[in-house]
Nanobody, 121 residues
Framework: EVQLVESGGGLVQAGGSLRLSCAAS????????IGWFRQAPGKEREGVSC????????YYADSVKGRFTISSDSAKNMVYLQMNSLKPEDTAVYYC??????????????WGQGTQVTVSS
């Protein structure tokens, strides 16, 4: 069974930091690429970051490069997104996503419930 549970969202001032966590079931963590997407009000869902198990590459959206860092802890089946220097335009619901890697920005089949990140100016 695929399970993804996000946590760590909240309200932060511009320039601040948050760390999102995604808890995955063991099979999900072992079998699939897990990454982060986000959806801002009135906008399409977009890829934020992932580490592809298919090609061993780490991907970031251009808008977050240098500010966000994806990491994982295999012992805990956790994937993290450290978000620094947050901007109001980072405000969105952030989703953990898992599946077979089909290319950057293409989501896998499985989604968490989402966690709200709000950055105030």
């Amino acid at each position: 069974e695929v399970q993804l549970v996000e946590s760590g969202g909240g309200l932060v001032q511009a320039g601040g930091s948050l760390r999102l966590s995604c808890a995955a079931s063991t099979s999900t963590f072992d079998d699939y690429t897990i990454g982060w997407f986000r959806q801002a009000p009135g906008k399409e869902r977009e890829g934020v970051s992932c580490f592809s198990k298919s090609d061993g590459s780490t991907y970031y959206a251009d808008s977050v490069k240098g500010r966000f860092t994806i990491s994982s802890d295999s012992a805990k089946n956790m994937v993290y997104l450290q978000m620094n220097s947050l901007k109001p335009e980072d405000t969105a619901v952030y989703y953990c996503n898992a599946g077979r890697f089909a290319g950057w920005g293409i989501p896998g089949d499985y989604w968490g419930q989402g966690t709200q990140v709000t950055v105030s100016s």
